[in-house]
């Protein structure tokens, strides 16, 4: 889409967009907003080599509240010129990717991803593969998009139009993740997860939008239909 060249979904549009990723207002803003909300969920290191496994890090935007929680921070991603940027922000990167990660069984004390399982063709595939990655107890945080016409209609109709919604045609909404078939697929794999919905505080995005914040915090919402977020263990 980008340029007439990319596809949807093409990951080689986060390397040409490396400049948003730690732009307060860009086009990665609401990202900064889902890190903080992350980071409310994970617990504070238990031991100063506890490791967080950050799976498609992009620019590294967990960093800040990764390291005041006291992890060492791994980050995988398939692109570089973000992985690069997430090292200036104290993460270990390793590129690879999220479907056959290059790292042992059981290495994390945590494993979060965030927004990628609506970017990836099997996203139970992930799902296992952050399971792998768990040792047993260890926490699960992700977050995504849910497969409804609601979020099709509000993440690709209506926000690739709207100046600070997400940049146009990095979403495949082909790819928006069947809930059922992810708890289902979570029981199988040895993972407690509950789903919540989150959305972005109106009034503090119209105070962002004007300029008067600098971030926005995530609420809470019963419907999981557009943003959902999954807290869980591994079993
Ligand atoms: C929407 S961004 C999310 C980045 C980060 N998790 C965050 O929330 O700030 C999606 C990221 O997934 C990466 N990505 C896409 N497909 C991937 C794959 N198969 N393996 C690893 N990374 C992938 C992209 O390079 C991009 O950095």
Redesign the pocket.
């Known amino acids: 889409m980008i340029a007439g060249r990319l596809v949807r979904n093409d ?1 080689a549009q ?1 390397d040409l967009l490396v400049d948003e990723w730690w732009r307060p207002a860009g086009g ?1 803003a609401a ?1 900064h907003w ?2 903080a909300s992350r980071a409310e969920h994970i617990p504070p290191a238990a031991s100063p080599d506890a490791v967080l496994v ?6 590294g ?2 960093a800040p509240h990764v390291a005041r929680l006291g992890y060492r921070h791994v980050g ?4 570089l010129p ?1 992985l690069l940027l997430a090292r200036e922000h104290g993460v270990l990167p390793v590129q ?4 056959g990660v290059p790292l042992a069984d059981g290495c994390a004390d945590v494993v979060v991803a ?3 399982l609506e ?2 063709e099997d996203d139970v595939a992930v799902l296992a593969e952050c399971a792998r990655l768990l040792r047993p107890g260890g926490t699960l945080v992700i977050d995504a998009l849910a497969d409804t016409w609601l979020s099709r209609f509000v993440m690709v109709t209506v926000l690739e139009h709207v100046s600070g919604g997400a940049p146009p045609g ?1 979403h495949d909404p082909a790819l928006f993740v069947d809930r059922q078939r992810l708890l289902a697929a979570a029981d199988r794999l040895g993972l407690d997860l509950r789903l919540v919905g989150l959305w972005p505080s109106m009034r503090e995005a119209v105070a962002w939008r004007l300029g008067r914040r600098e971030t926005v915090r995530m609420r809470p919402l019963r419907s999981t239909a557009v943003v959902f977020a999954g807290y869980g263990r591994k079993r």
């Open positions: 990951p986060y990665f990202l889902l890190a950050d799976l498609a890090c992009g620019g935007l967990m995988v991603d398939l692109g973000g690879g990717s999220v479907l965030g927004e990628i970017h990836v990095l």
